[in-house]
């Protein structure tokens, strides 16, 4: 009886001792393994995770390198081109499947006919407009518009495809960015949302509708359409700490930031931002053919031409945009096809906050909320709560916190991607991480495996986060566009995502937490040498 009672006791004392060992013991010894605190080693040669025996390797595309998205001839301290060497990675090379028909947004000949037809509407009422412009004593610069079946964002619109708004190889994007930068403007006008709240405005309303922020619709000579957001904030300037985040200013900044930050990080869903300054009388009120946008202009005390929305809580000259005296620094995001051509819906967010000053959503009280969006469609399947995922860490990184809708093209479905639009409300407190954007990561705790270690990567020294982001925002004509300050934060915010995997991970196991998408492959990852060949 004694003997069965000590074999007992050490049978009981070495499965503890297992456990202990295999719970608490091994990932502290990884984690002190890696130096760095980074959530697995990603080396040269090893981008491979624990107990998956490696990831799929991704299969590279017969090119090695992604077009600069501007002509830059600036070389870093190091002899290379860190955003470069990123794009020339297998991890920024990973093959999609060949598109047919049903997996592009548009096809060719169809998005022509659209297109001409509005072009020939577009004349029309020109002649029109300036008939009657002659009668009522009015000036009007009048400009030819050139339709181009080759122009750059009509490739841009044909590029859209089921899984991310432009390729990686696109050479449309960087061509187009060059266009909004300087192309001759032939037309303002207000934006759709803000012609559909003509002016009356509930003053009573906490939350604004879209369209009472100060922005506009502007036609290009070959008939491109962008929007224009002003600049309302300093670029060394944060949030005032007693601004609700439904309140915040719009910046345009942090429009352009935000579309080479997704790109770097290989999502695609940030339509194409550059960053331009415009002639506020030329380009806006002597192109306008809105007499109401021509109403809100004015000359300022100190000669400056300004403007102002005019929606009823905004028209007034303290809320105005001046030029200094004329020209103003803006974004221009290129326009999506017309919903007529290419329909989207707008889905509400299920971490959408309380857009109130006291209320609170419930998964900002209930930790399992996540369980139950598991259950719901279209969540319960696909990629849609992936997508959300990556989405939450994409607003995290940029400080977003207003992220109460997304959209998707309704002819891709439900395994479509989400659009991310509208993040002029980030990069506004460097000093502040708001971890609550990472709800949807850290309650689901779900991530994609290509996601992730796209984020170790921009970990390491050669890829940095900060570096590639300044690099890449170097060739933006409002250069620079963020401060050192928001810089470091990507990189202190990115190692508090990994660290969030990290906590899942340890908590539910990599199978559960790490989902695989890659294709695979027999293709060998490329080594830091290798890349160094190509260059």
């Known amino acids: 009886m004694m003997r069965r009672d000590r074999l007992f006791l050490a049978a009981t004392?070495?499965?503890?001792?297992?456990?202990?060992?295999?719970?608490?013991?091994?990932?502290?010894l990884r984690s002190m393994g890696q130096g760095s605190g980074h959530f697995c080693s990603c080396g040269p040669n090893n981008l491979t995770l624990p107990r998956h025996g490696g990831l799929a390797t991704p299969q590279l595309s017969n090119w090695t390198s992604l077009p600069p998205l501007y002509d830059t001839t600036s070389e870093p301290i190091d002899g290379g081109s860190k955003l470069g060497r990123l794009f020339a990675h297998p991890l920024y090379n990973i093959q999609i499947p060949a598109l047919g028909p049903e997996e592009r947004l548009l096809h060719a000949e169809q998005l022509m006919e659209y297109y001409r037809r509005k072009v020939s509407r577009w004349e029309r009422h020109m002649k029109l407009y300036s008939e009657a412009a002659a009668v009522s004593n009015i000036t009007v610069t009048e400009h030819k518009v050139t339709f181009d079946p080759d122009a750059s964002w009509l490739k841009f619109h044909l590029g859209i495809s089921r899984y991310a708004l432009y390729s990686r190889d696109d050479l449309a994007v960087p061509q187009l960015l060059k266009e909004m930068q300087s192309m001759t403007v032939i037309g303002a006008d207000y934006t759709q949302d803000e012609?559909?709240?003509?002016?009356?405005c509930d003053c009573t309303q906490v939350v604004k509708p879209s369209g009472h922020h100060l922005k506009l619709a502007l036609k290009m000579q070959n008939f491109a359409k962008a929007m224009f957001k002003p600049m309302r904030q300093q670029r060394d300037e944060e949030t005032p700490e007693d601004f609700f985040y439904f309140v915040d200013f719009q910046r345009h900044n942090a429009e352009i930031a935000a579309f080479h930050l997704d790109r770097i990080l290989d999502f695609r869903r940030v339509p194409p931002v550059a960053g331009r300054l415009v002639n506020v009388t030329g380009e806006i009120l002597q192109v306008t053919h809105n007499e109401d946008l021509r109403a809100v202009f004015f000359t300022s005390p100190a000669n400056n031409t300004c403007f102002f929305a005019k929606c009823l809580y905004v028209c007034k000259t303290e809320y105005a945009v001046c030029g200094n005296p004329n020209l103003l620094e803006g974004s221009l995001s290129a326009y999506l096809p017309g919903l007529s051509i290419a329909p989207r819906i707008s889905i509400p967010n299920p971490w959408i906050r309380s857009y109130t000053f006291t209320g609170r959503e419930e998964w900002e009280v209930n930790p399992f909320f996540c369980d139950t969006i598991k259950q719901l469609y279209p969540y319960n399947s696909g990629n849609r709560l992936l997508n959300i995922i990556d989405m939450s860490i994409f607003d995290f990184l940029i400080g977003n916190m207003d992220r109460h809708h997304y959209e998707i093209f309704t002819k891709f479905g439900d395994e479509g991607f989400l659009l991310h639009l509208d993040n002029a409300r980030g990069f506004g407190k460097h000093s502040q991480d708001e971890m609550s954007i990472l709800a949807p990561l850290s309650q689901c705790c779900m991530i994609k495996r290509s996601t992730l270690l796209r984020l170790q990567l921009l970990t390491r020294p050669e890829y940095r986060l900060s570096d590639v982001m300044k690099e890449s925002l170097e060739g933006d004509p409002l250069q620079p566009i963020l401060t050192e300050p928001h810089l470091l934060a990507l990189d202190r915010r990115l190692q508090k995502v990994l660290r969030v995997v990290q906590r899942c991970v340890r908590r539910l196991g990599e199978d559960e937490v790490i989902t695989k998408d890659f294709i695979?492959?027999?293709?060998?990852?490329?080594?830091?040498?290798?890349?160094?060949?190509?260059?």
């Not at 695979?520 to 260059?535: E, H």
């Open 13 to 28: 004392l070495t499965a503890i001792f297992s456990a202990d060992l295999y719970f608490i013991l091994l990932p502290k």
């Open 195 to 200: 012609k559909a709240l003509k002016g009356a």
């Open 520 to 535: 695979k492959s027999t293709v060998k990852p490329q080594t830091a040498t290798d890349m160094g060949k190509v260059r």
